[in-house]
């Protein structure tokens, strides 16, 4: 790795592309001849505008965003979306919700705040290692939305087939696999993802939501917390989060240059490969997730023990493999390997493991 950097598998913020990072170097003084780096530059001015509008056009094309669909730029991260979604969307005062690990039991917290929450299929029985079948689940008919954290960032699974909403709008807290494998908009009403994970910087989400749900009688509601506000004033209502939306938009550029996501989806899946191989031939690293429901983006693993567990993450870290320890409410250890985490820094961390285990045996 160049300047002396280390492969980090934190789980967010997480790695950028190194050449996105060398770009924004080289723009940092004197940002293409405005005489000021974006961090100094006013959000009103048309050298800023250039950026957020190249940045969403970006994205409409990475994702193939249909033109009834907003792109928003919100602050308050991906959390704050947890209570903005039943705000702006529990028309009836009701909401389905699928219960599948640490991200979305906060979503339930939050929305049960401001509404009737159904909680129509958990996992939790299991400790959340796999997603449950939502092929014909009890959705009353004035539910408002049925609402999925897509790839669970603690407890690293994955939805490969959405939930049957039975007609239903689909929200997803896309977070921590944004961008990572081709997406079709129309089946969702809202998408939503905090960028630190997978995109950019953190303190800034994006929201991706139909038109048809921005709704115009929320008077009531503090005008930041309506998708209105944002969506009316081109996600500059107040001062946006300038420095991530140009970092955000600088890796959509990226991704687009790699071959979209199509292309991402393949890198993914190879990358990911690599390491659940090694889980599924080692004697002493086990994956914690059902195969079906792997994540490609976090991969929770174990040893026996969690004294085991704990010298593994020391021996990584000296190594030059950082961020292996597994959330404190999981504990075990995890593989954060999102869109910008180079193969070659998955293989090289293989090779330690196996050593690790051939020195332990
Ligand atoms: C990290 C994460 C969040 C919270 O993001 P913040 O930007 O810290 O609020 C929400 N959902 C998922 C799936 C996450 O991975």
């Given at each position: ?5 280390v492969f ?8 950028m ?5 060398e770009e ?8 293409r001849?405005s ?8 959000h009103?001015s048309?050298?800023?505008q ?8 970006d ?6 965003i249909?033109?009834?669909y ?6 308050g991260?991906?959390t ?5 979604i ?8 009701k909401?389905v ?9 906060k979503?339930?917290?939050e929305a ?7 909680v129509?299929a958990?996992?939790?029985?299991k400790?959340?290692?796999y997603?449950?079948?939502?092929s014909?689940l ?12 897509e790839?669970?960032t ?5 939805w490969n087939?959405l939930?049957?909403?039975k007609?239903?709008?689909l ?6 696999m944004?961008l990572s494998?081709?997406?079709n908009?129309s089946?969702?009403g809202?998408?939503?993802a905090g960028?630190q994970?997978n995109?950019?910087?953190a303190?800034?989400?994006v ?11 929320l008077?009531n509601l503090p ?17 946006p989060n300038?420095w991530?939306?140009?970092c955000?938009g600088?890796?959509?550029k990226y991704l687009?240059?790699l ?11 190879d990358?990911?490969k690599?390491?659940y191989d090694?889980l ?5 690293f086990k994956?914690t997730?059902v195969?079906?429901?792997r994540s490609l983006?976090n991969i ?7 004294e ?7 021996a990584?870290?000296a190594?030059?493999?950082?961020n292996l ?8 250890l995890r593989a954060s390997?999102?869109?910008a985490?180079?193969?070659?820094g998955?293989?090289?961390?293989v090779?330690?493991l196996k ?7």
């Amino acid at each position: 790795m160049k300047y002396g950097r280390v492969f980090n598998f934190s789980a967010g913020p997480a790695m950028m592309p190194e050449p996105v990072l060398e770009e924004i170097r080289d723009e940092m003084m004197n940002y293409r001849g405005s005489g000021m780096c974006v961090m100094e530059m006013s959000h009103r001015s048309k050298v800023y505008q250039q950026i957020i509008d190249d940045a969403e056009k970006d994205l409409r094309e990475l994702m193939n965003i249909p033109d009834n669909y907003k792109v928003l730029f919100i602050q308050g991260g991906a959390t704050l979306q947890f209570s903005m979604i039943p705000m702006n969307l529990m028309k009836n005062g009701k909401a389905v919700y699928i219960e599948t690990g640490a991200w979305s039991k906060k979503a339930i917290a939050e929305a049960k705040k401001v509404g009737e929450v159904i909680v129509a299929a958990s996992s939790k029985d299991k400790n959340y290692t796999y997603i449950p079948d939502c092929s014909d689940l009890d959705i009353p008919e004035d539910t408002d939305y049925v609402y999925i954290c897509e790839n669970e960032t603690i407890h690293g699974v994955t939805w490969n087939k959405l939930p049957n909403t039975k007609g239903h709008i689909l929200v997803s807290d896309q977070s921590s696999m944004f961008l990572s494998r081709p997406c079709n908009v129309s089946d969702y009403g809202l998408i939503y993802a905090g960028v630190q994970k997978n995109v950019g910087p953190a303190g800034m989400v994006v929201v991706i939501i139909r038109e048809d749900l921005i709704r115009d009688d929320l008077t009531n509601l503090p005008i930041y917390l309506q998708y209105k506000t944002h969506a009316d004033n081109g996600s500059m209502y107040n001062t946006p989060n300038c420095w991530a939306i140009y970092c955000c938009g600088k890796v959509f550029k990226y991704l687009k240059s790699l071959g979209g996501l199509k292309a991402m989806a393949k890198i993914n899946e190879d990358k990911a490969k690599v390491f659940y191989d090694f889980l599924d031939q080692s004697k002493m690293f086990k994956g914690t997730v059902v195969a079906k429901d792997r994540s490609l983006m976090n991969i929770p693993f174990v040893t026996e023990s969690a004294e085991l567990d704990a010298e593994v993450v020391a021996a990584t870290k000296a190594a030059g493999y950082d961020n292996l320890k597994g959330h404190k409410s999981v504990g075990g250890l995890r593989a954060s390997i999102y869109n910008a985490m180079p193969k070659e820094g998955v293989v090289a961390l293989v090779d330690f493991l196996k050593k690790f285990e051939a020195e332990h045996k």
